[in-house]
């Protein structure tokens, strides 16, 4: 697996997918957001179940666009449809920062109080529901893996996903008492929230917006009918090289093990939003 070495600038990003487009692999549209325009690339084909991608939506977690292009470039399998958005923080991309150049976190704005690079991933939501959500975060606080799964089906597959991580020779983060997730997991198990496992946060279907200062991608997700939801966490303290492969390993493991029961009952109809 031969990844990039460093992390791109923004405009290289956008180069990069530019001439994605230009070889026929992505449809790519540019989304109004603000000051600066937000990418969304869409690979159909006919008939086959939804698959949502999203990445950089926090600026100082740099491996998601550089690992889902990468994912893009290599080929991501056919069985699937994807709609994809390979920065949705463009000017915290910029800056190296968590939030966007108005200072808000845009993980915390898929509710009320929204912001308009939510508003672009919103207008520009497919017609048709995506069976699963993926979402490449880091956490700059830890040297391991771990994920989060939502899942309305009441089945969760991210031991075998963390498993087959750590086959690979991922680090996993195992204790997950002491990482912050927001708030304390003493909390959020008292809020019922989540449940803390091996690797993985076991999301039990909560609504957190009131508690943790607004509505994540992944919950707002849910509301959209999308049944099952993972969000990645690369070991933000790891190398550069460890962070990519981690989010990479990750997104191909999940489109690998998905149980049939997500899949949706149709898939006729278009991607487009």
Known sequence: MTLPALKPEYEALVAAWTELAERGVVDLRSLTAGDEPLLQAVIEHRGAPLVAISAGVHGDEPAGPSALLHLVREGLPREFAYVMWPCTNPSGYRMGTRRNSEGRDINRSYGVKTTAESRAVAASWPNRIPFLALDLHEDPETTAFYCYERSAAGR??????????????????????????????????????????????????????????????????AAQGVRRSFTFESPGLGAWETRLRSLVLAVRAALAIVPRDSLPSSSEENVSS
């Open 156 to 221: 969760y597959v991210a031991p075998e996903l963390v498993r087959r991580l750590e086959g690979s020779g991922i680090p996993i983060q195992r204790d997950l008492e002491g990482v912050d997730l927001g708030l304390s997991s003493g909390e959020a198990t008292r809020l019922g929230l989540w449940q803390l496992e091996r690797g993985w946060v076991r999301s039990l279907g909560q609504d957190p917006e009131a508690i943790i200062g607004g509505r994540p991608y992944s919950v707002w997700a």
